[in-house]
Nanobody
Framework: QVQLVESGGGLVQAGGSLRLSCLAS????????VGWFRQAPGKEREFVAAISWSGGRIDYGDFVKGRFTISRNNAKNAVYLQMNNLNPEDTAVYFC?????????????????WGQGTQVTVSS
């Protein structure tokens, strides 16, 4: 059973950057799509980005607007989310999730393995 661990969250000022990492153990990520989601207090979980197994297909949530970049290194069993120009509305717990297929979309139901999340807090 694959387990996912996120890291890289923290406190940053508005306009700053963070790079989140999602590392897998107990299995491989290289054959499945991986997504990033986020959940702010009192809000529903929101799609952030997804990347196909090969990295050839990438999708972002509408709010990203060119600020975030998802990437993966299958040799390291890792997926990353580079976040630039952060604003307070980006404050949330960020989760990575592995899908059952090589390509996955924006629905959380397409992903069946989730990490515990990493907190991102952006101050104004």
């Amino acid at each position: 059973q694959v387990q996912l661990v996120e890291s890289g969250g923290g406190l940053v000022q508005a306009g700053g950057s963070l790079r989140l990492s999602c590392l897998a153990s107990g299995g491989t990520l290289s054959t499945v799509a991986v997504g990033w989601f986020r959940q702010a207090p009192g809000k529903e979980r929101e799609f952030v980005a997804a990347i196909s197994w090969s990295g050839g297909r990438i999708d972002y949530g509408d709010f990203v607007k060119g600020r975030f970049t998802i990437s993966r290194n299958n040799a390291k069993n890792a997926v990353y989310l580079q976040m630039n120009n952060l604003n307070p509305e980006d404050t949330a717990v960020y989760f990575c999730a592995a899908a059952r297929t090589v390509i996955a979309g924006r629905g959380s139901g397409e992903y069946d393995t989730w990490g515990q999340g990493t907190q991102v807090t952006v101050s104004s």
